[in-house]
């Protein structure tokens, strides 16, 4: 039996008012398709580079720092200094960083007992380039003036010199004071662990190892 000609006339006609309510109206689109947002995955081997290390490092720290650094950009006049009197623009960054030290196992270790005590001098701690830092977690901010410099230039000249300075910091003295008792306390379970236990020193394995980097004096 074939349906009346009216009811097909009335069902296209609700269709069609339907599709134009979610044409129309903002909110009824989104309710019937949804979006959904999804990382593009992105590899290419001719883009990865593997170093290999001669006889390994031995991570001995991680420190953790709260990082800020600023940036300026400033114009310049031709025949004299006018950069005090025209406006600037100032970004600054700040963000956790994470400097990891580590020691090379290439070189011979040699483990010496003292009557009391194992004496182990190991290499200087060097920091992993570039250090880590927590991208999630960076907050930038801008202050520019009337007519002041671009602020996306200075953000990315602030990006781009990031790196740089963080690896300046790295290598600091007070970096590497911050981090040396652990340093130390993983180099002595490492040696137990790897030199004692399993070496000539089993029955001494109780005595504590105490541990020298280079420069350290006895």
């Given at each position: 039996m074939n349906l009346p000609t009216f009811g097909w006339k009335a069902t296209a006609m609700v269709l069609a008012a339907v599709v134009a309510v979610l044409l129309v109206w903002p909110s009824g689109w989104p309710r019937l398709t949804g979006k959904t947002e999804v990382r593009v995955p992105k590899l290419d081997?001719?883009?990865i580079v593997v170093v290999r290390t001669k006889g390994g490092k031995l991570e001995?720290?991680?420190?953790?720092k709260n990082e800020e650094f600023r940036w300026q950009t400033s114009w310049t006049c031709p025949l004299i200094d006018c950069s005090n009197y025209l406006p600037k623009t100032v970004s600054e960054v700040r963000l956790p960083v994470h400097y990891?030290?580590?020691?090379p196992l290439a070189s011979e270790w040699r483990l010496k007992f003292r009557g009391e005590y194992f004496e182990l001098k190991v290499p200087k701690e060097r920091p992993n380039l570039p250090p880590g830092f927590e991208v999630g977690k960076l907050e930038l901010r801008t202050t520019?003036?009337?007519l002041s410099p671009d602020v996306a230039e200075n953000q990315i000249s602030l990006l781009k010199h990031l790196g740089p300075e963080l690896a300046e910091r790295a290598v600091q003295p007070a970096y590497l004071s911050a981090q040396r008792d652990e340093a130390r306390k993983t180099v002595a379970e490492f040696a137990r662990r790897w030199m004692v236990e399993q070496g000539r020193g089993k029955d001494k394995a109780d005595y504590p190892i105490k541990?020298?980097?280079e420069g350290e004096v006895n």
């Open positions: 081997k001719d883009e001995v720290s991680t420190l953790v990891s030290f580590t020691i520019k003036g009337w541990v020298f980097f």
